[in-house]
Every structure is written in C-alpha cells, then in structure tokens.
C-alpha cells in the first residue's frame, strides 16, 4: 500500500467546523446527546434555513465521533483493515491526525520519488516502528537508489523503528543499507528479500545495529558467484560479534556460504533456517555448532549435508525442533547420532523424498534417546511396527502425527498406534495403504485423539469415517479427501462413487421440494439462490460423476 502526503480535507459537517474533543476521564459525565433535528415537511414553513431551502438535500445530522475521545477513536482505526483505515483518516483533519498519531505499520512504494516525499511523510507519521519498502515487479529500474536511501534515512524515527523489511530495490547498493542501518539504532528485525546488495552490507548493519535479534536474507543478487571457493571468501568477510541476534534465515541463495562467519559470530543464536541454498553444507554446521552450541531450533531444507554435517549437531544439547526436508544425503545414521546427543528434541519433521535411507533404525534411536517429543512429521518416509511401537512406549507425550506417502503404514502400524499412543491428539494420514480395518481399531484406542485427517487413503470407505464419527462423539473431528482416478473407470472403488450419485440425488430431491416465492424480490432472491445451487450440484457432479438418470 502506497500512501503518500496529503493536506487535510475539509470536515464533512458544514453546519459545525470540525473541532478536537479531549479525552475523558473516568469520573466525567458524559456529554449530552442530542437527537438530529426534525425534517420540514415539503413546502413547510419558513423556519428551514435559507442555506437549505433551495436544496433539495436535508440538513445533515449532528456528527456524534465528536463526542468519542482520541483513545477510543484510535482503537476504531486500529480494528480496521489498512485501505479502510487510509481512506478513513482523509474523512477530517481530527481522523487525519488520530490516525497518524497511532500508525504503527507502514509500508510504503519504494519508488525513486520516496526520497523527496519522506520528510513529509515520517513527519505526519512519527510513531511508525514497523517500516516495509517494496517495490513491485517490473519496476526494479525506478525502485529507491542510495541517494533516495539517503532521504529516507534523514527522516526515519530513528529513535522508534524495531522492524524494518526490504523488497525489490534493485537499485539499491550496499551504501543505502548502510545508510539506512544507521539511521535506525534501535532496529531489532531486519528482513532483506529481492535486492541487488551483497554480504558485505551487513557488516555495516551488525555495526549499527546492536539490538538486532531477527535477520532473515532470501534471494540476494549481489552475492559473488563463487560457491566453489567459499573459504576464500568467509576470510574476506569479518563479521563483527552480534551477541543479541538470535534468529537467521536464508534462503534461495545460490552462495549462502558467505554468511557463515556472520552465523558463526552469533553465540546468542537460538534459530536457524537454511533453505534452498547451494553449496556443501556438513563442514559449515561443524563451524556453527561449534560457535553456537546454544541452538534449539534448525530448518535445513533442500541442502547438500549429510550424516557428518548432521553428527555435528551432537553440541547443541539444547535442540529442541529439527526439520529435514528434501537432504537425501541423509541416512538413518545421522539421525541416530542426533538423538543420542540431543534428548530434549520435542519437533521432528523429516521428508525422505522416497530415498529410503531413514526408517525404523533412525527412529528407533529417536525412541530411546527423545523421550520428550511431542510431534512427529514423516513425509516419504517408510516406517513399520516395530519403530512404531517402541515410539508409542517411549514418546508417551506424543501428541502430533503425520505419516504422509509411507508405503510401509498398512492397519497394522495403524492398530500398533491405537494401541500404545495413548497421548495422541492430532493424526494426519495421506497416501498410506490403511483400510477400514486398521481405521477401526481407533474406535477404542488413542483416547486423546481429537481430530483425524485422511487424504488419498482409497482404502478407507465413508462408511467407517460416519461410524467412528458416532463412536468418539462430537468433540472428535475426521476427514477424509479421496483422489479418484478418472481412468480406471471403476464405479465400485472404496465406494465412492455410490456415495457420490447418493449425495446428489439428495441434493436434487431437496431442490424439487423447495417453496418458490410469489413476490418480485423473492423471486430474485431465489433466482440467485438456485444458480448458487445449481453451481454447487456441478462441482459435486464433477467430483463424484453425473447424476443418475430420474
């Protein structure tokens, strides 16, 4: 949302120019109402106003937000959505002012003309201290340039910005982060995304910056394309020590390596997320674990690290969520050496990508060595009766479990879970050859379970999801979403397609039977009624097949 500076509109009562009305105190008596006047009769006497009486619009009604304090007609702006609240605060000079007075977020159009428009801007919004500078796509050429930077720098609330995102500015080099940095001492998150500056510039925000607590760097265009020589370039870099930063993120970034130092020179750190960044990964965690031994959340995801660069994860004892996504180098044995190291891990995501290389040897180790994990993700992965049992023994406050395309969970990894999961709240099932048989063995097990989702779990039919559904009762809630397969052409499959046709030959029976108004807006409104349902009969024909014939 662009906003841009704007002389204050003239009140929208003219019989009463707008006036400021002071806060009350608890113990005042409220101000007397009034009722708005009566309106004259057409042709009436001569009493109405001269001003009015040639117009063929009433007088206005007494305007009662003058009544309401500044406190209370903040908290109205704060409730609405920020283009409501932008074209509201021109309605008056009174609004214009409440409403800049209580802006907290801002977020601007980072074009090259912002720099001439800030000093207005930060001067009607002086209590920003969330500031986001985007720039659209395509408009990279006319985004804000250093000099702008400048600008914007001079006229930032140096004293109040905590937060401070930057999108698209392409022209924007080091110097202007630098210079922007600078100017707000107090920031405290600072998230870079889409812009042409390299890791030196950071160096500048670690300086300037040293209440710093979130960084996150996604899709940078400056960085030296040199992934191969990565130490050369960490040697070049000499990241000042951020002791109060406690999060990193990055992300899409094809030489990522060079913020290791950075990462390295945080002993503070407690999150981490590496996504989608290239180059070998296994000797720069031995680097960082070792300089921030205190981590208790890490996201690796689409990275090439293997069991050695997961076995350096043995120092932080104090991890407590770890997310594997997409790592195939990863095998059971980095897993096992993580868990014997860090037992109070409570998350655990892993997505195998159906390499087959983590299963039940892993997470068994997981079983014996986190004895307090709470949540269980396994995408890809193909674990069996036997890990599955020994975690439902030992997890005893697992409370989240997600099996997702494990060929090897049939009923009965599913009777195993119902029988020795007796925390489970949360179960997700997708693409795991259950049937009923296995579904129904939660009738009596899990006694915690409170909600289940089932998707592309062809072997579970309608039938057994209703009867679970009156066995639990209503506090429970279960899922199901069956893909079908349009080729094989089968009417019969897990009993879908009768359920389907059933479902619209009840919707069809319930139209037939529906009483038609008489009147013109009963009509219309039934009119509009009807296509919604005949839109919704289309959708579900689509799903289920066409209706049987009548």
């Known amino acids: 949302m662009g906003l841009s500076p704007s002389s204050p509109s003239k009140s929208s009562t003219p019989t009463s120019p707008p006036r400021r009305s002071r806060s009350l105190s608890p113990m005042a008596p409220p101000l007397p109402r009034t009722t708005a006047p009566a309106q004259p009769a057409a042709g009436g006497s001569g009493s109405t106003p001269s001003s009015y009486s040639s117009s063929p619009f009433p007088p206005p009604a007494r305007d009662y937000t003058q009544d309401l304090p ?44 912002l720099g001439h428009a800030a000093p207005a801007l930060f001067a009607r919004f002086a209590g920003v201290t969330k500031l986001a500078l985007r720039s659209a796509r395509g408009s990279g050429a006319d985004s804000l340039s250093d000099e702008g930077a400048a600008a914007v720098a001079a006229a930032l609330p140096s004293d109040r910005l905590a937060r401070l995102k930057l999108r698209g500015l392409r022209q924007l080099s080091d110097t202007g982060l630098a210079l922007l940095a600078a100017a707000a001492p107090a920031l405290r998150k600072l998230s870079v995304a889409s812009c042409t500056f390299g890791p030196k510039a950071f160096v500048a925000v670690l300086q300037a910056c040293p209440l710093l607590e979130d960084l996150s760097v996604k899709r940078l265009r400056g960085l030296p394309d040199t992934a191969g020589a990565a130490t050369a370039i960490t040697e ?66 689409k990275l090439q690290v293997g069991d050695k660069g997961l076995a350096a994860l043995a120092a932080c004892r104090n991890l407590e969520v770890l997310f594997l996504v997409k790592t195939p180098e990863c095998t059971d044995s980095g897993i096992i050496s993580v868990a014997e190291k860090c037992h109070k891990l409570r998350k655990l995501h892993i997505d195998g990508w159906r390499t087959n290389r983590i299963g039940d040897f892993g997470l068994m180790a997981v079983a014996r060595g986190c004895p307090d994990l709470q949540e269980l993700v396994l995408i890809g992965v193909n674990p069996t009766v036997l890990s599955l049992r020994m975690l439902g023994e030992h997890c005893r406050g697992l409370e989240r479990l ?77 899922s199901l979403d069956i893909v079908l397969d349009h080729d094989a052409g089968s009417a019969s499959e897990n009993g879908v397609q009768e359920t389907g046709q059933a479902q619209v030959t009840e919707l069809a029976d319930q139209m037939a039977g529906m009483d038609l108004p008489t009147n013109a807006a009963g009509a219309q409104s039934s009119t509009h009624t009807i296509n919604r349902m005949r839109s919704v009969m289309s959708a579900i024909r689509r799903r289920f097949g066409n209706a049987p014939p009548q």
């Not at 959505?81 to 601007?108: G, I, N, Q």
């Not at 951020?242 to 407690?270: M, T």
């Open 236 to 301: 070049e870099i000499k990241f000042p020590q951020a002791l109060s930063l406690r999060s990193v993120c990055l992300k899409d970034l094809y030489s990522a390596l060079c913020f290791v130092p950075l990462v390295a020179a945080s002993p503070n750190l407690r999150s981490l997320k590496i996504l989608r960044c290239s180059g070998a990964w296994d000797l720069p965690l031995e680097v960082i674990t070792a300089h921030a031994p205190g981590l208790v959340e890490l996201h690796l995801e």
């Open 70 to 113: 500044d406190e209370i007609l903040a908290v109205v702006f704060a409730s609405l959505p920020p283009a409501d609240r932008s074209a509201c605060s021109l309605a008056c000079a009174r609004w214009k002012e409440v409403d800049a007075s209580t802006r907290h977020r801002l977020s601007l159009d980072a074009r090259a003309g």
């Open 402 to 478: 997600a099996l997702c395309g494990c060929e090897t969970v049939g009923d009965a990894e599913i009777i195993c879970l119902a029988e020795r999961c007796a925390a489970l709240k949360k179960l997700c099932i997708k693409g795991c050859p259950v049937s009923d048989r296995g579904m129904e063995a939660l009738n009596g097990g899990c006694p915690s379970l409170v909600k289940v989702k089932l998707k592309r779990c062809r072997g579970v039919s309608y039938e057994c999801i209703e009867s679970l559904k009156v066995t639990r009762g209503e506090s429970f809630s279960i």
